[in-house]
């Protein structure tokens, strides 16, 4: 079939993104690729942002289209870029995420046990590589920042990589939430390239010190919502009980689909066998087997499973220390009582854990600025920077969550 | 469990929605009306326009967050509106689309036959109704124009209801195509009522005119654009495929979900049973049985299935006058041979069809304009009116589908 | 001094502005051009839309950024440009509105009586070019369309050209008529040349006739609203006092400002003498003029004056047909008696005329549709089009202004 | 003549501002606040941001408009307001900087020497209340925070008042800076009273820390922008030049205008004569002057006058110390050659100073946080908070002005 040589894709967050290369239509036409459509970006952060349901496709779509605007700009301002380079960028950031399972980050240890989604994005990208002979052997280097040129690795992944830009962006356009709002037109316009680092022009610090703290921001308002940490945990209970219930030779649990595999035959070794069945999953096979649960014979499951689905959620409290465990003891024999619940089950209704979140790692990965002269800063070491003393420490945070009333 | 007594909820599009009434709370709480949290509103679209995920939950808010403001602007002109009415038809505003299954439009007949969507939206309400003992007869009244204040009822169904200035304005949203956008909030401030009916201040005529233009764009830009009926047109064939095979007393076909009943049990008549049973119904179902059918042994269900998953999609000629008989038999016989059908099969691959939309509908339900002195007129009788002659016809396209090359 | 190689300017419309090339820096540092900060794009409209008073220089400067991606995106289509060209065009977009005095349009021709604005632009381009010593030849050329590549002429001035881009978009911006909104995003992409003529992508049709409709919206809406004809009216009736007034010897009318070299010493002739008159003077020239006009013994303009310095502004009627000579006369009784009024003097209080507007001209400038086989046909021609028959045609309106009560 | 009982206004910000009340309409068309339609709100800063031209009287609308938001959040949550409390905090509102000169804060003291807006604002108020017989009393009781419940002033004036929340709001609106954007809708939805102090829910932290950073990043980026500090005070020179050349006689500097009263007579004592001199002054006067004076034959005027008229503008730096005497020497020694300038007016061209800004100023006016328990808290002792150590000091910055090369 003749492909198409230009494409345009309309996206609310970003207006217009421009297709116009053979190997960037091949990926997004690829099954593995497609797959993204049927994985929100967010989770089960719906539950509280009723918009937030878009895709894990739509994300990397948008953070290709900043690259493209990131590149264009550094070519602008003669950073040496060649062809090849330009296109493995683009390849690379829209094959960031491709390893994302369904509901991850919520699930990610949860169905391919022991695998990070970094490490299965490069897996799935080698596949595809082959498939593709050898065309992503660049990208490859490049993800895996073994090229040489660290800035192309650090506009991928890094403290103001295109992943971030545009997950902010979207996740923030998408919610509603206007705290997250960054100007990154602003940025992009401000990155420039000083012995091989990505830098930023030092008149935009106003911009980067928005987007941590817009970053901060979301964390705390968003992705660590309270009824989002509940619904996520609740889900991560159900998948445990449904493994203990596998693991325990039951029929009634059986799906008959995809995700089967992962509980009775997955070794922990992913092989090409393992990848292509890991590609079949989405989230439709997780709201199916909790649909499917939700009339399980066992009380745990079937509990759970129909409080997520018509969204019962537990309640979430959120503090600065650790729970009391008097107060723990307490919500867990109100509920022992209530639901009739063993020992053992009691701990699927009533758990506790943390959430870390830092708004700037120093030492981590620096922001640096570049000033006028060209001499380079690290962003934390300006004068009145926003970004010192208490946001560079991780904020940590305690949960307890139990079954409402 | 004691009801929060007000909650604001966050929505990209409108702002923030304010829900401060026990009775909004509960049927938003209904898992009947949870479960259009998983139904997209715009079907098929995202795969076209990727930000078009949004579901007919996050509408039903929407619209009844129009319903608030527009109340309230009347009620500010003296509008007499009691607080029953305000309650019960912002309940019917919340519940008008209630009866929605997966992927309707496109299925609305496919699933449950010759029930309208609207038919099953008023027996979910007469369901609910019963469940909350007489809370919604209100409601029903409004929502059947069985009410003596005609304006309420074309407050939720009408040429300036509510839920068309919701979908426009969030279709457009999501979709990112700016020629949907619409005034809605100038229309807003110039509804009036007269004799009881719905009416317009004149000064809103541009915005009015505004809004039907921007309808008319939606629906050839994107409700009807070529490749989103290409995708709705093989989802149906794929249901097509499937019921003759059911039909045909095929068990691979089963699925051991909600949807096999109806296709083995449903008789055509809706009771409390088969509602329940529609109501447990969502895109995740028909998302599945995709997944499991493009495996399926019959080459006509599978290679259809398979190709909805990985988007590849049949291309779709649109045009103003019905296709040459030659044109589609050649399509036909190319496909024949191509794919090895019979003369049964090449029917699921090459089909023709029409899609009609009229702008405006003189005669039908009028917008009325009041001027300054009271007097009221039609919108398509005012001087130099833009909805006019031919805005007011019928426009018909004729469109065929088939494999690419 | 050293010229910066690179700079960015906010713009609230398009977002950032670059300007990267030493001649575009020239330009824009100008005073001439610096002059246009003084003047507002919508002369009197902030009167009724308080946002409106963006200026002439904003203008200049977002249709400079609209040619700069309009030329990207037709060299990323493959159409010859030369960086000669590229220059020249984006020179020409940036000074085609140079020959703007105050207020106009609304004063265009009570100031400097006879001659157009677009000649006044020619004639500034000519002295700038002169002293730049030829940089603009290609410049001049293409804004008088005299260069052998028409499409750079149209991108200027046509039917889609970026300064009815940028205006409708700004316009509509700053106003907050979001019926003026335009997706010349879209528009831009759709962009293409076909026989050295400009010509739109067929599949952008519906973005055309959404500009084309948000054109016609904006004039009935916004410029020729009623009360912005009003004020605007009065300016031209303040100033035809002061001619009279100038003209009979009148001492306390002269102001010692630049105006007065347009009442008592400009011939009609523009030389280079009035050329640098012309471009001393701005809106603050003719405001000053209205405050201190405000407190002259003669009681028409001290009156006028005082009403538009304080928003009293007259009542405007708009209708289909001529005002009824009665009426006219009905009113001119009136207001003699109100005011004290000799026959001349009422003129000044009661007046009437004509506003035209066509959404689209057939037969003048078209607007071409290209298939993707390349064949070209204009937009009316094409079947259903929104464009045409009542929207080619002319709308005139008739005004009669009065003062109120 | 009989007032309109309702108006809306389109407000490209805020959406439509409603107008229902006689006396809001009486404050709106008088004299003293039209003129605020010929001041810019941000005074030089559409010298950078060249869409900063909005006017004082925009922004008076827009702090009138959230306040009715206001006003009926905190109905809608049964805080006791009087209709007559609700229409005086509206009238304070609208009244606020009714005060405010040409070009203020830049020559707020160097016009009406010695006299502070505030204390204009509400001899103005008293001048109207007279006028209103009375209508205002307890506006101006509110005003002047001497009535009873004092979250009714602190809705004028305070850390969230309506003020800031519009200028910001519309500040970053015209600017085009994102990163002054502050999620205003979700704060008026938190706001609530607590003993009668204005407090935010609990839930609210995030919006309020938003709100603050945006604050802070607005000073940095935009107000105390160095190329807006250098036209500032530029300004200020031009006016202390004045004054001399006024105060030495010079006949040549004096302007036929209402500015020359307050070089000529004002004593420095603010009675009803000066007080009506003062409403008659705008942006207009000042820049009709600065033109005349560009061609005065005192050099250090002229060449001031001309080179703001013209945009040749001081280079601004800024740094966190003072700057280095030997440093200042020089540029004062390099600008006294270049244009042959006596020691007196050297001192025009290069100068310094200094600047201040506090994000959040504890133990002044407080935010206070409300939990759901109703127990209150100052927010930067909330754990945690991002307003905190180093937020709260004020940050100096010293800044040199002298002419570029």
Partial sequence: MKKPTRKIINDPVHGFITINQPLIFKIIEHPYFQRLRRIKQMAMASLVYPGAVHTRLHHALGAYHLMCIAVSELKDKKIAITAEEELAVKCAILLHDIGHGPFSHALEHMLVRGVHHEDLSLQIMKALNEEFKGALDLTIAIFTDKYHKPFLHQLISGQLDMDRMDYLSRDSFFTGVSEGV????????????????????????????????????????????????????????????????????????????????????????????????????????????????????????????????????????????????????????????????????????????????????????????????????????????????????????????????
Same sequence: chains 1, 2, 3, 4.
């Fill in 182 to 405: 960054i100007g990154y037109g602003r940025i992009l316009k401000m990155l420039s390239v000083h012995d091989d680092q990505l830098v930023v022009e030092e008149k935009g610090i106003h911009s980067v010190e928005k987007f941590l703290i817009a970053r901060r921001q979301m964390y705390w308002q968003v992705y660590l919502h309270k009824t989002v940490i509940a619904a996520e945990k609740m889900m991560v209970k159900i998948l445990q009980r449904a493994r203990y219930l596998y693991d325990s030779g039951d029929e009634q649990i059986i799906l008959h689909s995809p995700l089967d595999y992962f509980f009775l035959e997955f070794t922990g070794e992913m092989d090409r066998a393992s990848l292509d069945k890991f590609c079949q999953l989405d989230d439709g096979d997780i709201q199916s087997a909790i649909k499917k649960w939700s009339h399980h014979s066992d009380p745990v499951i079937s509990r759970l499973s129909s409080n997520i689905l018509n969204r019962k959620l537990f309640k979430c409290q959120l503090q600065g220390h650790p729970f009391d465990p008097e107060f723990i003891l307490e919500k867990k024999e109100k509920a022992r009582k209530k639901y009739h619940l063993t020992e053992d089950q009691v701990d699927y209704f009533v758990f506790t854990g943390d959430a870390v979140n830092t708004t700037y790692q120093i030492g981590d990965e620096n922001i640096l600025l570049m000033a006028k002269d060209g001499s380079v800063q690290e962003i934390s070491l300006v004068e009145n920077a926003i970004i010192q003393g208490a946001l560079s420490m991780p904020v940590k945070k305690f949960y307890i969550c139990f079954p409402k009333k």
